[in-house]
């Protein structure tokens, strides 16, 4: 056990490295905060953001003295920009994970991972924990700009919600990067492996619009498997034990896979 303990950390600290060497990295990074930079500032006071909405509410219910229920401000600014940034992932995370398996084909030492000792799982586990401390980095300066949003808020919000939805963001990431790690485990080509991540992610995201034209219990439990609508269980912050274990559900399918197609190429070159 204290063996592959330490090849997973050998793997992860070798990862991690090489996105923080890598230009593409940063430009990925750069794109990220520059769009996620946008939403926050659209969201929050654009032409259609949400202070400018309520404050115009606000007035008209004044001039018609026609009482305005109140509209937890906060709250909605937050669903509403980690909804956002959920879709933004479906762009950026194909082009993190193309990599991770792809790249090493084409150099052609990925046979030399098949063949050495280290566990195809060992091998699995630590490159998507890479990747995933990689992204978490890019989630903390938003983290921060939500916690500033929202500190002035009267009456104060439940730093729960905020917490709750971000570790929605990070486990939708998870399972997103950890299937785009076996897409990428079976071609040398990162374009190809990004086109097809970005798809399966796609059908993923959108299986409960199939669900619903199906219907009856077969719908539902193919609604089940929607990303999507666990995603925004979480961002809503409501805690669901089901979205959690959906979440970890694609995460493992991912490494496992990853790790029989490894296999697989070890045994074929036996």
Known sequence: MGIVLSNIIAIYRRELQSYFISPLAYAIASVFWLIAGLFFVTILVGPDGILPTVAQVDLQGQQLNIPIPPIDVPYEFIRAFLDRLGWLLLFILPIISMGLYAEERKLGTLELLATSPVTNWAVAVGKLLGVLTFFTTLIVPLF??????????????????????????ILLAAAILSLGMFISSLTDSTILSAVLTFAVILLLLFVDVIAKGIGGTMGEIIGHFSLLKHYNTLIQGIFDSSAVILFSSYIFLGIFLTAQSIDALRFGRR
């Not at 939500?146 to 709750?164: D, G």
């Open 144 to 169: 921060i700009l939500q916690a500033i949003a929202i500190s002035a808020s009267n009456p104060p919000m439940s730093p729960t919600i905020t917490l709750l939805g971000n570790l929605g963001l």
